[in-house]
Every structure is written in structure tokens, then in C-alpha cells.
T-cell receptor, first 113, second 115 residues
Framework: AQTVTQSQPEMSVQEAETVTLSCTYD???????LFWYKQPPSRQMILVIR??????QNATENRFSVNFQKAAKSFSLKISDSQLGDTAMYFC??????????FGAGTRLTVKP | EPEVTQTPSHQVTQMGQEVILRCVPI?????FYWYRQILGQKVEFLVS????????KSEIFDDQFSVERPDGSNFTLKIRSTKLEDSAMYFC?????????????FGSGTRLTVV
């Protein structure tokens, strides 16, 4: 089975600090795609960042960056200079080569003032 | 920026009734999806749709569910004989290509409450 695991149900961080959310996945595929989605209280699913498995360079989008460790099947999200608006559920998601997108269970992040 | 539009935003239905959830995917996208999120739980894949037929479906997507693209713009999810456990957020999504690195664009969801 191709699965996504987020081991941190809840996390909190002080405003302006840095936080890292963990994600691991399981696949036998060599090429696939990884994503982090943000779900604020409005329930909208918003794409934060994406990574293609064949690219070694870690993706970065402004304050958001990933640490992609292909051999370890790890895909963590780092949020720098956390802002109150970053408070949300964060879902790690995965598109293996022959399936549709699958999500982890989510991490609820609270940014404290 | 193009959006995926879902209607209604919230629907309340009696147990045993049929509901149709509607979605308008992004116009140049060819692949469409439905996902479900029971409150506070993970986002679960239901079905993907391409070229007027189902590409893949999960074990959740049983005979109670059906999808349709009735015209060139809408993509619907029908749930027959709703049960209490069908209460959830239902998300529609679309993508340009299948299983692509661009990810999926999601709508704002329809909150279905079965009473």
C-alpha cells in the first residue's frame, strides 16, 4: 500500500519562530510527486508547496521550504518567521506514479502571538 | 486566478434522501476528482474521472455513489439513500494532467449534514 504518515497531530509555535512539520511516505515507485496543502478554518484546501521526486533540490516558496530525503522517504515542511495566518491544518499529500493523490492525517498548527 | 467552484456550500438532508453535489472545474482541466473529509479526520480519495468515465475509485465509492459530467462545465457527485455517516465535507478538485506535479486545485467544499 502507498501511504502517507504525519506523526504529529498537533503542533504550536510562537509568532516569528520556525517550525517543522514531519511527513513520511511509503512507495516502491521511483518517480512521484509530493505536496503540502494548508487548510485554514475556512476549510479551503490551499497548495503550499510541491516537490518532484526526481529533483534533488528542495523546493522553496517564500517562508515555506521542504527537506526532501528520498532515501528515507521523508518530506518535511519548514515554516520560517511564522505568522498568525499560518494557523491551519497542514496535510502532506503524495501522487505515486500510478495512482491519484493521497493525503496524510494532517497536523494542526497553532501560531501563538 | 482560476477557481474550482462548488455548490452548495452547505447542504442538510434527511437520511435516506438523495443529494447531488455540484462542481465546476477549471475550464482547461481534463481530470476531475472527489474527496471526502469527515470532520476532524483525514482527506479521503473517492473517485477520479477523465474522458467521461471513472479512472479510479476507492473502496468508499460503492454503489451508493455516482459521478457525472452532464455538460461541458459541471461535474457532479450523487449520493443515493444518504446515511448519517455520509456527513462530511466533500471536495471537488481538478488538474490539467493526470497524476501531475502541478497538484490538484480544490474547491471550497460542500459540507453535507445528514440528519
Amino acid at each position: 500500500a502507498q501511504t502517507v504518515t504525519q506523526s504529529q497531530p498537533e503542533m504550536s509555535v510562537q509568532e516569528a519562530e520556525t517550525v517543522t512539520l514531519s511527513c513520511t511516505y511509503d512507495t516502491s515507485e521511483s518517480n512521484y510527486y509530493l505536496f503540502w496543502y494548508k487548510q485554514p478554518p475556512s476549510r479551503q484546501m490551499i497548495l503550499v508547496i510541491r516537490q518532484e521526486a526526481y529533483k534533488q533540490q528542495n523546493a522553496t516558496e517564500n517562508r515555506f521550504s521542504v527537506n526532501f530525503q528520498k532515501a528515507a522517504k521523508s518530506f518535511s515542511l519548514k515554516i520560517s518567521d511564522s505568522q498568525l495566518g499560518d494557523t491551519a491544518m497542514y496535510f502532506c499529500a503524495f501522487i505515486p506514479n500510478n495512482n491519484d493523490m493521497r493525503f496524510g492525517a494532517g497536523t494542526r498548527l497553532t501560531v501563538k502571538p | 486566478e482560476p477557481e474550482v467552484t462548488q455548490t452548495p456550500s452547505h447542504q442538510v438532508t434527511q437520511m435516506g434522501q438523495e443529494v447531488i453535489l455540484r462542481c465546476v472545474p477549471i475550464s482547461n482541466h481534463l481530470y476531475f476528482y472527489w474527496y471526502r473529509q469527515i470532520l476532524g479526520q483525514k482527506v479521503e480519495f473517492l473517485v477520479s474521472f477523465y474522458n467521461n468515465e471513472i479512472s479510479e475509485k476507492s473502496e468508499i465509492f460503492d454503489d451508493q455513489f455516482s459521478v457525472e459530467r452532464p455538460d461541458g462545465s459541471n461535474f457532479t457527485l450523487k449520493i443515493r439513500s444518504t446515511k448519517l455517516e455520509d456527513s462530511a465535507m466533500y471536495f471537488c478538485a481538478s488538474s490539467e494532467g493526470i497524476r501531475t506535479g502541478y497538484g490538484y486545485t480544490f474547491g471550497s467544499g460542500t459540507r453535507l449534514t445528514v440528519v
